[in-house]
């Protein structure tokens, strides 16, 4: 199948900074990529959908000048967690796809620890 | 809104036991099903597909069954390992709409 890296896959930072996760697709190329996020023992959660050379879809609830996310290539995506604060610890998993309606398959993951 | 529920959420077999995971979903009108793996820490890794057409999907040890109807589906694990310890995930794709819909996961464990 299809592969997709995420980086860093682990990153503890202080409260206040902020953290960039990078999503890659290695072997194909990406139209549309999701970025989800998952506590403990709870289900993924998607947080919003970016395709290629446009501005992401947000879902209710997620706050895109915290979140900024960045599709600028076919195999390229980040988000930016903005003046990070313990309550934005999860688990960030990103997954890429050659459209929307498309599979996705999905990255490592990345686990953030804001102290 | 399409709701997906995961019965057990945990369950401890020995090892060799075949078992079944359950997965439950509201809105039958579904586009695919889908069952992912995860280990701790890790991200998901995809087991079965199925589509809204299809009744099952086998690899291996595993056999995904859908019955669109009852909205349920069920994940069959043949003589179990210690590795197949991990939380299964079951994720539902509805009719027009490009984002699945995953349920909380059942957590595995098999014991030597």
């Known amino acids: 199948g299809a592969v997709v890296s995420q980086h860093p896959s682990r990153v503890i930072c202080k409260s206040g900074t902020s953290v960039k996760i990078e999503c890659r697709s290695l072997?194909?190329?990406?139209?549309?990529m999701f970025w989800y996020r998952q506590f403990p023992k709870q289900s993924l959660m998607l947080m919003a959908t970016s395709n290629e050379g446009s501005k992401a879809t947000y879902e209710q609830g997620v706050e895109k000048d915290k979140f900024l996310i960045n599709h600028a290539s076919l195999t390229l995506s980040t988000l930016t967690v903005t003046s990070a604060h313990p309550e934005d610890s999860s688990f960030y998993i990103c997954?890429?796809?050659?459209?929307?309606?498309?599979?996705?398959?999905f990255g490592p993951g990345t686990r953030l620890t804001v102290l | 809104k399409q709701e997906v529920t995961q019965i057990p959420a945990a369950l401890s077999v020995p090892e060799g036991e075949n078992l079944v995971l359950n997965c439950s979903f509201t809105?039958?009108?579904?586009?695919?099903l889908q069952w992912f793996r995860q280990d701790p820490g890790k991200g998901l890794t995809s087991l079965l597909l199925?589509?809204?057409?299809?009744r099952e999907q086998t690899s291996g040890r595993l056999n995904a069954s859908l019955d669109k109807s009852s909205g349920r589906s069920t994940l069959y694990i043949a003589a179990s390992q210690p590795g197949d310890s991990a939380t299964y995930l079951c994720?539902?794709?509805?009719?027009?709409?490009?984002?699945?819909?995953f349920g909380r996961g059942t957590s595995l464990i098999v014991h030597p």
């Open positions: 072997d194909f190329q990406a139209t549309t």
């Open positions: 997954s890429a796809s050659q459209g929307t309606y498309n599979e996705q398959f």
């Open positions: 809105d039958s009108a579904i586009y695919n």
């Open positions: 994720a539902v794709r509805s009719g027009g709409s490009y984002i699945p819909t």
């Open positions: 199925i589509q809204s057409s299809q």
